[in-house]
C-alpha cells in the first residue's frame, strides 16, 4: 500500500538506534559512532566509491547488532573495552556468532545488504592473508576496514589527551599490519590518523553532524511504507535481546494496526500506528537482559530499571526530526488515564498511544514468559476488564478487542 510521504531522513534514523544500542553498556557510549566515523575515514582513503563509503558508515553504525543478545553480551562487552587484546579461542567463537547474528538480521532489507556482508566478517583478522576467506567464503576488505575501525573505537583511554595518546595508537596499528590487520586498511588509517583533526573528531559528541556530512547522497526522505518497513527491522533487533520476547514488537504492531482497521481510523495513520508498535521498546535496549530474563518476581529496583524504558524509547525518537507523532505513541505506552502510569504520569493520552498500550498488555499477557505461560483467552479478557476498571485502559478500545478478539489475536500485519 502507499502511504504517502513523511519527512523522516534515512541517515537520521540510522544514527537513533546506533544510538540505542549503545545503550548496552555505559563501558561503550558512543562506539558505535565512533566506529562508524573512523571506517568512513578509512574508506574514504582508500578511495572507495561513494556507495560503499557510505555502507562502511552503516556498518560502522550497526556492526553490534548481533550483540544485543544477553547471551553474547558480556563476553563481548569485555572483549570491546579490553581494545587490543586477542582473542582467545571462546571469545573468538562467540565475536563470529555475534557477528554472524547481525549479519542475519540486517540482510533482508535492501538498502543494508552489502553493509550486512561488511558485518558478516567484521571480526576476521587479517593473518597473514589467510583472512582474505573464513569457513570458504571471501572476505570484503569493508569488513577489514570495519574490523580495523572497532579496534582503534576502543582503544583512546577515557580520561587523557586524545592527542597524546594519538602516537601510540597508530603505533599499535601498524606494528600489527599483516598479522591482525589488513595492511590497505592499515596504510589508509595511517594517512587518515595524521592529522589533529582526525583525532579531535574521534572523541568529540557531535560525530552525527561530521559523518552526517559525508552522507548526504542517502539522507534522503523516506516514504511512510519505507520507514514501516526499517521500523520492522529494528523490532527484530528489539526482539532478539531476549528469547522470551522474539516477536514481541511485531506482534504488538500486528494487533495495534488491527484494532487501528477495525476503529475505522484512515490508513495513514494505522500505518503510524503500527510504525510505533514496531519502535515503542526501543528503550529496552537500556534494561539489562537479566532483568528481562529474569523467571521470577522483580524487585522493587529492577521494577524501576525496567519502567524507565519508555523514557529511552522517548528520548532516542526524539533525535529524529518528523518522528513526533510516531514517538508519542510509542513512548507513552505505559501511561494510564488515571494518571498514574510511567515514566511521564500523564492523562491526556492520544488515541494512538492508548490502542499501542491495550495491544501491548494484549500481545504480553499472551505471551509465555520465563515465570508463567500466556493466559487464555478468559484470563486475558478478565484481565483487560480489570484494567479498564482500574483505570489503565481505554474501555472502548477494550470492547473492541473482545468483539473482535480471535480476528485481532490472529491477524499477522500487511
Not at 519502567?307 to 510509542?330: C, D, F, M, W
Not at 487464555?376 to 473482545?402: K, M, P, S, W, Y
Request: proline share 5%.
Amino acid at each position: 500500500m502507499s502511504s504517502g510521504s513523511i519527512d523522516v531522513r534515512f541517515f537520521d534514523l540510522i544514527l537513533c538506534v546506533s544510538r540505542a544500542l549503545d545503550l548496552l553498556s555505559l563501558d561503550l557510549s558512543d562506539h558505535h559512532m565512533r566506529v562508524a566515523y573512523v571506517a568512513a575515514r578509512i574508506a574514504d582513503a582508500l578511495g572507495l566509491p561513494v556507495q560503499e563509503r557510505q555502507d562502511a558508515v552503516l556498518a560502522g553504525a550497526l556492526h553490534d547488532v548481533g550483540a544485543v543478545s544477553g547471551t553474547l553480551r558480556l563476553s563481548l562487552q569485555n572483549y570491546a573495552v579490553a581494545g587490543d587484546v586477542p582473542l582467545d579461542a571462546t571469545l573468538e567463537e562467540s565475536v563470529h556468532t555475534h557477528a554472524i547474528e547481525g549479519y542475519l538480521l540486517l540482510r533482508d532489507f535492501p538498502p543494508f545488504a552489502r553493509a550486512a556482508e561488511a558485518v558478516r566478517y567484521h571480526h576476521v583478522e587479517w593473518n597473514y592473508r589467510r583472512g582474505s576467506e573464513f569457513n570458504n567464503a571471501a572476505v570484503p576488505l569493508l569488513s577489514h576496514v570495519l574490523h580495523l575501525a572497532d579496534r582503534v573505537a576502543v582503544l583512546p583511554r577515557p580520561r587523557g589527551d586524545i592527542l597524546e595518546q594519538s602516537t601510540e595508537i597508530r603505533r599499535k596499528v601498524v606494528d600489527d599490519a599483516g598479522r591482525r590487520y589488513h595492511p590497505q586498511a592499515v596504510a589508509a588509517f595511517t594517512h587518515a590518523s595524521r592529522s589533529e583533526s582526525f583525532w579531535l573528531d574521534l572523541v568529540s559528541p557531535h560525530k552525527e553532524e561530521i559523518i552526517r556530512c559525508g552522507f548526504d547522497g542517502q539522507n534522503v526522505a523516506l516514504d511512510l511504507d519505507e520507514l514501516y518497513e526499517l521500523a520492522r527491522l529494528f523490532a527484530r533487533i528489539i526482539d532478539f535481546r531476549s528469547p522470551y520476547t522474539a516477536i514481541h514488537s511485531s506482534t504488538v504492531a500486528a494487533k495495534a494496526e488491527r484494532i487501528a482497521q477495525l476503529l475505522h481510523i484512515d490508513p495513514v495513520k494505522t500505518r503510524l500506528i503500527g510504525t510505533a508498535g514496531f519502535l515503542h521498546d526501543l528503550g529496552k535496549l537500556a534494561v539489562p537482559a537479566e532483568i528481562l530474563d529474569k523467571p521470577g518476581k522483580l524487585t522493587p529496583q529492577e521494577m524501576r530499571i525496567i519502567k524507565q524504558h519508555p523514557y529511552y524509547t522517548h528520548r532516542i525518537l526524539s533525535q529524529v526530526p518528523g518522528l513526533e507523532e510516531i514517538n508519542t505513541y510509542a513512548s507513552l505506552h505505559h501511561e494510564r488515564l488515571d494518571g498514574h502510569g510511567y515514566p511521564f504520569r500523564k492523562q491526556t493520552i492520544p488515541q494512538g498511544a492508548r490502542i499501542i498500550a491495550v495491544a501491548d498488555v494484549f500481545t504480553a499477557i499472551s505471551e509465555q514468559r520465563p515465570y508463567r505461560a500466556g493466559m487464555t483467552r478468559q484470563a486475558a479478557i478478565a484481565l483487560l476488564n480489570r484494567f479498564v476498571d482500574e483505570g489503565a485502559l481505554d474501555g472502548d478500545i477494550v470492547a473492541l478487542v473482545r468483539t473482535h478478539f480471535d480476528d485481532i489475536q490472529n491477524y499477522t500485519g500487511s
